[in-house]
């Protein structure tokens, strides 16, 4: 079969061909039918991921069709459309992940392949109004997104949220989540063409981050304060999140591409605000995360479709950071 392998760190990866699983007992045999990047992925080429292991096939995302199944695992499940949950070994959404947590795609072999063997206890059927690869964009970043918003900032739709760095996957389904819930949703991003965009899908509006003082420009047209603030980047503008913070605020991030900060004790113990961390989610989160998107019809962004053998200039793609939703993959 067909796979994107990474033979070492610091190289590009490669479509190679490469022997088809089979599932042991419990586990499933799954046909791909697309497959999605995350950021993850790209770290881990670059070798700013713990832990690499390889050679490995990446890819945390995937959508497809069950066709064989391991020992025990019922019947039911032959021939049924499905996407995967790319967390393995926690079921319930309990405070913190447990010390044998690991995610799909490294070191287990991952979605950037024709065909991959998981756990049955990783399979949800596939929401129907979903194409394979908008289905294939929601798994990790809408996990990453669903817990933070919902598990750690307990958001609701009566609280006003801002949501940082729109464009990319988990912020856009942080964005996205909010606003089904019917929340007052704004954003902030480099790029213009990506607050417009936000707000086409319903955000009541957005800032450059770029620009001077951009945070009091933003409690201008928000007219007032964010109960929650969600946040991927860290770095020196964290600090304006606590002035950007109602009375009582929760800001919840579960990432530092922009590095390490420093935050004023005064103004977080003055307007008793939370800063709360998160990382992925839960079997448990994850099925809640697609009801969600069910009940909601919510449509994953889909930024662009390559094929397996476009993989380096896909993983280039998303390393510029010009995308606005998910680069999928497209599998045949």
Same mark, same amino acid.
């Given at each position: 079969?067909?796979?994107?392998?990474?033979?070492?760190?610091?190289?590009?990866?490669?479509?190679?061909?490469?022997?088809?699983? @089979?599932?042991?007992?419990?586990?499933?045999?799954?046909?791909?039918?697309?497959?999605?990047?995350?950021?993850?992925?790209? =770290?881990?080429?670059?070798?700013?991921?713990?832990?690499?292991? /390889?050679?490995? +096939?990446?890819?945390?995302?995937?959508?497809?069709?069950?066709?064989?199944?391991?020992?025990?695992?019922?019947?039911?499940?032959?021939?049924?459309?499905?996407?995967?949950?790319?967390?393995?070994?926690?079921?319930?959404?309990?405070?913190?992940?447990? &010390?044998?947590?690991?995610?799909? $795609?490294?070191?287990?072999?991952?979605?950037?392949?024709?065909?991959?063997?998981?756990?049955?206890?990783?399979? @949800?059927?596939?929401?129907?109004?979903?194409?394979?690869?908008?289905?294939?964009?929601?798994?990790?970043?809408?996990?990453? /997104?669903?817990?933070?918003?919902? @598990?750690?900032?307990?958001?609701? %739709?009566?609280?006003?949220?801002?949501?940082?760095?729109?464009?990319?996957?988990?912020?856009?389904?942080?964005?996205?989540?909010?606003?089904?819930?019917?929340?007052?949703?704004?954003?902030?991003?480099?790029?213009?063409?990506?607050?417009?965009?936000?707000?086409?899908?319903?955000? #009541?509006?957005?800032?450059? =981050?770029?620009?001077?003082?951009?945070?009091? +420009?933003?409690?201008? &047209?928000?007219?007032?304060?964010?109960?929650?603030?969600?946040?991927?980047?860290?770095?020196?503008?964290?600090?304006?999140?606590?002035?950007?913070?109602?009375?009582?605020?929760?800001?919840?991030? =579960?990432?530092?591409?922009?590095?390490?900060?420093?935050?004023?004790?005064?103004?977080?113990?003055?307007?008793?605000?939370?800063?709360?961390?998160?990382?992925?989610?839960?079997?448990?989160?994850?099925?809640?995360?697609?009801?969600?998107?069910?009940? +909601?019809?919510?449509?994953?962004?889909?930024?662009? #479709?390559?094929?397996? @053998?476009?993989?380096?200039?896909?993983?280039?793609?998303?390393? /510029?950071?010009?995308?606005? $939703?998910?680069?999928?993959?497209?599998? %045949?």
């Amino acid at each position: 079969m067909k796979a994107l392998v990474l033979q070492e760190v610091k190289q590009a990866i490669t479509c190679q061909d490469i022997s088809k699983p @089979s599932p042991q007992a419990g586990q499933v045999l799954i046909q791909l039918k697309a497959a999605a990047i995350n950021h993850r992925d790209v =770290y881990i080429t670059q070798g700013l991921y713990p832990g690499v292991v /390889a050679p490995v +096939t990446l890819g945390s995302d995937g959508a497809g069709q069950v066709v064989e199944l391991g020992a025990g695992v019922d019947a039911s499940w032959l021939n049924q459309m499905v996407i995967l949950n790319p967390s393995i070994g926690w079921e319930k959404a309990l405070e913190v992940q447990p &010390k044998d947590y690991r995610i799909l $795609g490294m070191p287990d072999n991952g979605c950037f392949a024709e065909y991959v063997v998981v756990d049955a206890s990783q399979l @949800s059927l596939k929401p129907a109004h979903l194409s394979f690869e908008q289905a294939a964009a929601l798994p990790l970043a809408g996990l990453t /997104a669903y817990r933070a918003l919902f @598990s750690r900032a307990k958001a609701t %739709s009566k609280d006003r949220i801002l949501i940082s760095g729109v464009g990319g996957g988990v912020a856009l389904f942080a964005c996205q989540f909010a606003i089904a819930l019917g929340a007052e949703v704004y954003v902030t991003s480099g790029s213009e063409e990506k607050i417009q965009a936000a707000i086409a899908l319903g955000a #009541k509006g957005g800032v450059n =981050y770029k620009e001077e003082n951009w945070h009091k +420009t933003l409690l201008k &047209k928000a007219n007032g304060g964010f109960d929650v603030v969600v946040d991927s980047a860290g770095g020196e503008g964290f600090k304006y999140f606590l002035d950007l913070a109602n009375m009582g605020g929760r800001i919840v991030f =579960y990432g530092g591409t922009r590095g390490s900060f420093k935050v004023n004790p005064q103004k977080v113990f003055w307007k008793q605000l939370s800063l709360l961390g998160s990382t992925m989610g839960s079997t448990e989160e994850f099925e809640q995360m697609v009801s969600f998107v069910q009940e +909601t019809k919510l449509m994953p962004v889909v930024d662009s #479709k390559w094929e397996l @053998s476009q993989g380096a200039e896909a993983f280039d793609y998303m390393d /510029a950071g010009k995308q606005f $939703g998910k680069i999928v993959f497209t599998i %045949s």
